[in-house]
């Protein structure tokens, strides 16, 4: 089955589903509150509601290094399933929980098993695909994870028509279900060469760990990169977790219709923006080395007025179309991050790479849902949403100028 033309698609295929559930699993606590705070009154503050949040993504955050660490390491299919399967299990139990002690443990722990699956997932699509069309095969896997946000909107409502209690057992009970079927069709890909080099450094008591982390660290672009991956990420976890909030707010409607209206406005241009950001790319850089950096830069660039418009519009229009044009810019930047990582880093230090991007990302993203939850409780969201869109301005210069790479494929010398 891996030998045919078609496997590497089925790959994406297979990993869009986990995509999808992975986002699925985080995202329906962001449009549940209004719900669950009637049974945990610790979540009637948002500030409370933010720390429940942000304690996901740090611990998300500080795993993510060690989650790419051990992607490159071992059999990633095995990685994938058990991380897929701890998480929902994790989110099945969250329908039991009774404290806000017990939520935010268990999303401590869900942070854990789902950093697990993002660098292992992301390598073995990149290892599958050659540069001719790794950037629509990102592309296409990063749509899952939209479709999983905008699918966690419905979580509000779910919990609205049954409880929020039953929200969590019917997804969880549905990642538990589909491990199972990765068990059976999904295989890792890695090469003689790859496991030769793995055994000979054992044998010759090289540490391949430390030499990977060397060679990042003494990267510049490597460097430029988790820069430039660290930046948008706070307004990317912003929209995430508050833009719920927002559209309940600025347009004065439940929180019941606010979700899915907003998840799925951002899942629905995010999904158009990468499969044309990675159509795009991939045509460009058979042309242009820079041409996944110039794709990048065109759909950052659209971010930027969004902002403006989803911090300050009170009108359907206004904040519908800003939050289109947001998610539609992000795609375009996120079906490009790991290309432009296989531009600069090898093969076998690329899980190990985008975990670290991953963190540096993920940790933006913490602090940003922190601050945006005092932000809310002081009657600031708007005004602190429309404040990022200079320091993205910021981080697009940065890339411009600097990222220039010299193959589509970076080989280690």
Known sequence: ????????????????VVALLNYMDRQMLSTMKPS?????????????????????????????????????????????????????????TMGYAKTFDQLYWLRAIMG??????????????ADYHSSKTRSLAIGIHMTGLYMGQALGGFGATIADKFSWQQAFHSFGLIGIVYSVVLILFLRDKKNADELNTVNNASIKGKNPLLKGLGLLFTNISFWIILFYFAIPSLPGWGVKNWLPTLFAQNLDID???????????????????????GILSDRWVQKNLRGRIYTSAIGLGLT????????YGHSLFHVIGAAFCFGFGFGMFDANNMPILCQFVSKKYRATA????????????????????????????????????????????????????????????
């Open 1 to 16: 089955m891996t030998q045919s033309k078609k496997y590497p698609w089925i790959v994406v295929a297979l990993l869009w």
């Open 36 to 92: 669950m705070q009637i049974d945990i009154h610790e979540l009637q503050t948002a500030a409370n509601f933010g720390y429940l949040m942000a304690i996901f993504l740090w611990i998300y955050g500080f795993m993510s290094p060690l989650s790419g660490i051990i992607a490159d390491r071992v059999n990633r299919k095995w990685l994938i399933v058990g991380s897929l399967f701890v998480w929902s299990a994790v989110t099945f």
């Open 112 to 125: 854990v098993s789902e950093a697990l699956y993002i660098p292992a997932g992301l390598s073995l699509i």
């Open 255 to 277: 929180m019941s219709v606010a979700g899915p209206m907003s998840t799925i406005t951002i899942a629905a241009s995010s999904f158009i923006g990468v499969i044309f950001g």
């Open 304 to 311: 930027i007025p969004a902002l403006l418009f989803i911090g």
């Open 354 to 413: 985008y975990g670290l991007m991953n963190m540096v990302g993920v940790f933006a993203g913490a602090f940003i849902t922190d601050l945006l939850g005092k932000s809310t409780d002081k009657g600031n969201l708007g005004k602190d949403f429309a404040m990022l869109a200079g320091i993205v301005a910021v981080a697009l210069i940065i890339q411009l100028t600097f990222l220039r790479p010299k193959a589509n494929d970076f080989i280690e010398g």
